[in-house]
């Protein structure tokens, strides 16, 4: 079998991969090749008020089996934490991104840790994106104090500070003002980076975002906003909600991009367009033609509002893992065995992680009461009725 | 009928439960004909049912309404009223109330749904600033009274930071509009009718937990129930108990069982928070000379420091201990800490005994 036979071979004399001057090991199964490879995009990009880039992206062996094993891992990730919360480990509001991971990981692909993202709820694996462990993601979703926010934030409210991933919120649109604001502080810091806002076609109608579009236009700062249109706000469609479902032209003066959110190589050029855009430029709109499969959240079928043709229909003819895994076999960059081999590997990654975390305490009841103010000031009540209270204030 | 009857799962099984008629007015102020056993999301279902029937210039709108709404409380109207009366809105909190604020300018009953009260601050500047005011800056000329905003609240056991907060206070703070809570199904409906038909704006929270626990006995027919009304569901000598919405349930037990300690505990329903009736909390204040308030929102700036200083304003040669307060605490409402935030039985209970011993 071709596995036991690459395990053995220490010399790697046989080849299976032409382009390659090494074989694809199990135990490392990233190549190290870093020959540039160029492909084309799935369609063409559309664009308002600006020039849209190039449709062909310069990519190279290392970079697709990253992303196929990123993208692996996160969907492993997703339908795993489906199952946790149907058998109760998850509580609370669980909201998946199976499907989308195009989107995080063709942004990562564009930009450096030093760049801010801030999203909205369906968080889990732009945290991964952003370097976050699985075991971090796992606990936080049990409540566990091994999680990211200590197990205090749960699914929505997933946090990295040393790779500038600001969350992971709750309140539809909140984040991009936001996210503004950050764009600001880095334009004033003069660090080159820029800040890329996510929200969802829901999102795309609040107030406050077209409150933020003025802003960052007016004081051209380097944001960018990505519409994650996966065509439903919960169980809305967008024609339904939206006079214009054109999200990418919705900021008027904004210049905007629409963007094939599946295919990873398109987020990653219009990714890279954009921050060299709003460094020069000052903000711009990009729209990701996403599909989520499953629904709004767990408690969400998913399938009162659309057909399951629809989603199978997805699935086959968008999926962002399918769509890497062909490049990769007509590239000749790894046999369907190694692929294959990956999602195994990610598979037990993925299980072994469960249940460490699931051996991470719940958080002590004090910390109830912890970060309400900074640190050392607040209120901690004791006693059965919380009636001794303690006030350390300033 | 008392509520422990009604509410199910919420209590756990420690407690029979046994058919018991309460002595409240409850059972009088509407007839019982055509009753019919449904839940608190049915109930509201058949006010806006009714509403929408003997008013055609009603309206109801908000997320996701059209097809039944989250918590499936406004089903069926689209089928029956059309939709050019039963429709969506698209996701914007302050764009639906600023919208039933125009709408109910121009005589028409606007019920816009909020679909979890964590949503609303975003229309809290269009509550406070345009609904509670319009009739007052106008001079008369104006006004949006045919604006009713429903909301869920509460804790639901793991709704964490944002599908559980009790923001009652904010809004109560607001003179202008009325604040309405209800404890149970049978109320849900005639409070809902009278909010919807009332001259003034409502904010008519419901509390979610309920939605398909609580489960009454309810008329069938049109029916409303007073307004800045309060309730006695329980008669007692030693202490008043005041309370609104879901946290009652919770209360009725820990008065059942201090009852076993031969505490005889007065609890009373607020069911209006804003404008709230003070004669009937202080009569009772007057009988028992002890009070205790309880809610789910922290206790710092939570609406029982109203009803707290109030009462003590009023009655307070006759209180024979200190105003007790159990609420939630003041953090944001957490998400595996819930238990601990909650004003549960026992803390109830530790309190009631504190202030009967005072």
């Not at chain 2, 109910?104 to 269009?126: L, S, V, W």
């Amino acid at each position: 079998m071709a596995l036991s036979y690459l395990r053995s071979s220490s010399s790697r004399s046989v080849n299976l991969l032409k382009p390659l001057s090494s074989s694809l090991p199990l135990r490392r199964p990233i190549s190290t090749d870093t020959t540039p490879i160029t492909v084309e995009t799935s369609v063409p990009f559309t664009s308002h008020q600006c020039d849209a880039p190039s449709r062909s992206v310069e990519t190279n062996p290392k970079e697709l089996l990253t992303f196929f094993r990123d993208m692996a891992l996160m969907r492993r990730m997703e339908i795993a934490a489906d199952s946790l919360y149907k058998a109760k480990f998850i509580r609370g509001f669980c909201h998946l991104y199976d499907g989308q991971e195009a989107v995080a990981v063709g942004m990562e692909a564009a930009i450096t840790k030093k760049d801010c993202i801030i999203t909205a709820y369906r968080d889990h694996c732009t945290f991964i994106g952003r370097g976050g462990t699985l075991l971090e993601v796992f606990a936080e979703l049990m409540g566990r104090q091994a999680g990211c926010s200590k197990g205090k934030g749960g699914s929505m409210h997933f946090y990295k500070k040393d790779s500038n991933f600001y969350g992971g919120h709750g309140i539809v649109g909140a984040q991009v003002p936001l996210g503004c604001g950050l764009a600001f502080a880095q334009k004033y810091s003069k660090d080159e980076t820029v800040t890329f806002a996510l929200y969802g076609d829901g999102a795309a109608n609040q107030g406050q975002l077209f409150e933020a579009l003025n802003i960052s236009a007016l004081w051209d700062l380097p944001a960018i906003l990505v519409c994650e249109n996966n065509h439903y706000g919960m169980g809305t469609a967008e024609w339904r909600a939206a006079k214009s479902p054109a999200y990418y032209k919705r900021g008027d003066y904004v210049p905007g991009l629409k963007v094939d959110g599946m295919d990873a190589l398109a987020v990653k050029q219009a990714c890279k367009f954009a921050k060299e855009h709003a460094l020069k430029n000052g903000p711009i709109i990009l729209e990701m033609d996403t599909y989520r499969y499953h629904g709004h959240s767990m408690s969400d079928p998913g399938s009162t509002y659309r057909t399951r043709d629809e989603i199978s229909g997805v699935r086959q003819e968008r999926d962002p893992i399918e769509r890497i895994r062909k490049l990769i076999l007509s590239h000749d960059l790894a046999t369907e065995e190694e692929l294959k081999d990956i999602e195994k590997e990610v598979r037990k990654e993925v299980d072994d992680t469960i249940t460490q975390a699931k051996e991470s305490p719940m958080p002590e009841p004090s910390k109830l009461f912890t970060n309400v103010y900074a640190k050392g000031l607040g209120v901690e009540s004791f006693g059965a009725d919380r009636k001794e209270v303690r006030a350390t204030l300033p | 009928m008392a509520l422990r009857n009604i509410i199910g799962k919420r209590i756990g099984n420690g407690i029979g439960l046994v058919g018991r008629r309460s002595l409240s007015t409850a059972t009088s102020d509407v007839e019982n004909r055509n009753a019919k056993s449904m839940n608190l999301y049915s109930a509201i279902n058949q006010a806006l049912h009714l509403a929408l029937e003997t008013d055609p210039r009603a309206f109801v709108f908000g997320e996701d309404v059209s097809f039944g709404g989250v918590f499936r409380c406004t089903t069926g109207l689209a089928d029956r009223f059309g939709k050019a009366r039963v429709f969506n809105t698209p996701l914007c909190e302050q764009g639906i109330v600023g919208f039933g604020i125009g709408l109910a300018a121009m005589g028409n009953r606007a019920i816009a749904e909020i679909q979890f009260a964590d949503y609303i601050y975003p229309a809290f500047d269009q509550i406070v600033n345009e609904a509670a005011k319009f009739r007052y800056r106008s001079g008369n000329q104006f006004n949006c009274g045919g604006l009713t905003i429903r909301a869920p609240y509460g804790a639901v056991g793991h709704g964490g930071h944002y599908h559980s907060q009790s923001p009652e206070a904010f809004f109560c703070h607001v003179p202008g509009i009325k604040v309405v809570i209800p404890r149970s199904p049978r109320q849900a409906k005639g409070l809902l009718l009278s909010c919807i038909r009332d001259p003034n704006p409502v904010v008519f929270f419901e509390p979610k937990w309920l939605y398909r626990l609580a489960v009454e006995e309810v008329p069938e027919h049109d029916y409303m129930l007073p307004l800045s009304k309060a309730e006695v569901i329980r008669q007692g000598s030693d202490i008043t108990l005041v309370g609104w919405g879901a946290q009652l349930s919770i209360m009725e037990q820990a008065c059942i069982e201090a009852e076993k300690d031969g505490i005889s505990c007065e609890l009373i329903d607020l069911k209006t928070l804003i404008p709230w009736d003070k004669e009937t909390v202080e009569a009772s204040v007057r009988k028992t000379g002890r009070v205790l308030i309880s809610h789910e929102a922290p206790v710092t700036g939570g609406f029982g420091a109203e009803i707290s200083a109030s009462i003590v304003e009023r009655c307070f040669l006759r209180l024979e201990a200190p105003v007790a307060r159990v609420c939630g605490l003041d953090t944001p409402f957490p998400l595996v800490f819930e238990p601990f935030y909650m004003p549960s039985k026992n803390k109830v209970l530790d309190a009631i005994k504190a202030t009967v011993n005072y």
